[in-house]
T-cell receptor
Framework: AQSVTQLGSHVSVSEGALVLLRCNYS??????LFWYVQYPNQGLQLLLKYTSAATLVKGINGFEAEFKKSETSFHLTKPSAHMSDAAEYFCAVSEPSGTYKYIFGTGTRLKVLA | DTAVSQTPKYLVTQMGNDKSIKCEQN?????MYWYKQDSKKFLKIMFS???????INETVPNRFSPKSPDKAHLNLHINSLELGDSAVYFCASSQSGAGELFFGEGSRLTVL
């Protein structure tokens, strides 16, 4: 069965510092992986996705993530945090064969300090 | 034009009442979902429909009944509301159960 683990329910960084949000997955087949962002009182918006092409994936707002099969990880990074990055971030996994089930991690609340 | 739209955005009601949430997508997708987000932001899938056919029904009480009149619409009816039903309900869609999910803005249900 698929599962997703996000280490750290809360992460605080200073403005301009590196952002690193961790995601590890468990899947019986090579999965599709996603990062979503949720701003207060809004729906989830896709940041980036891995669908078995390039292992380094670039997304919107300067975020990127690297798929590491050996570590079963898909960590999200951004070189320089901005105040507007403060939000809830979710990692998700699905099976490429289209099982119609997307499993979400428990989320990481990112706080950016001035 | 909103890709996935849900109505209403807010519902406040008393225990024991019945309520419905409607969802429509204009992306041409064939699969739609209902997710429940609790107060700790945990997202749990409830139902999924592909071309109007129910394909995922997680361990959701029978008081929750989804209905998909066509592949662009997925509604959720909840009978006999309980305090524990208070949450944000998100509708989402995708193409063929793969690729990315597109989410609506959510419907916040508060049961008093």
């Amino acid at each position: 069965a698929q599962s997703v683990t996000q280490l750290g329910s809360h992460v605080s960084v200073s403005e301009g510092a590196l952002v690193l949000l961790r995601c590890n997955y468990s899947s019986s087949v090579p999965p599709y992986l996603f990062w979503y962002v949720q701003y207060p009182n809004q729906g989830l918006q896709l940041l980036l996705k891995y669908t078995s092409a390039a292992t380094l994936v670039k997304g919107i707002n300067g975020f990127e993530a690297e798929f590491k099969k050996s570590e079963t990880s898909f960590h999200l990074t951004k070189p320089s945090a901005h105040m507007s990055d403060a939000a809830e971030y979710f990692c998700a996994v699905s099976e490429p064969s289209g099982t119609y089930k997307y499993i979400f991690g428990t989320g990481t609340r990112l706080k950016v300090l001035a | 034009d909103t890709a996935v739209s849900q109505t209403p955005k807010y519902l406040v009601t008393q225990m024991g009442n019945d309520k419905s949430i409607k969802c429509e997508q204009n992306l041409g997708h064939d699969t739609m979902y209902w997710y429940k987000q609790d107060s700790k932001k945990f997202l749990k899938i409830m139902f999924s429909y592909n071309n109007k056919e129910l394909i995922i029904n997680e361990t959701v009480p029978n008081r929750f009944s989804p209905k998909s009149p066509d592949k662009a619409h997925l509604n959720l009816h909840i009978n006999s509301l309980e305090l524990g039903d208070s949450a944000v309900y998100f509708c989402a869609s995708s193409q063929s159960g793969a690729g990315e999910l597109f989410f609506g803005e959510g419907s916040r249900l508060t049961v008093l």
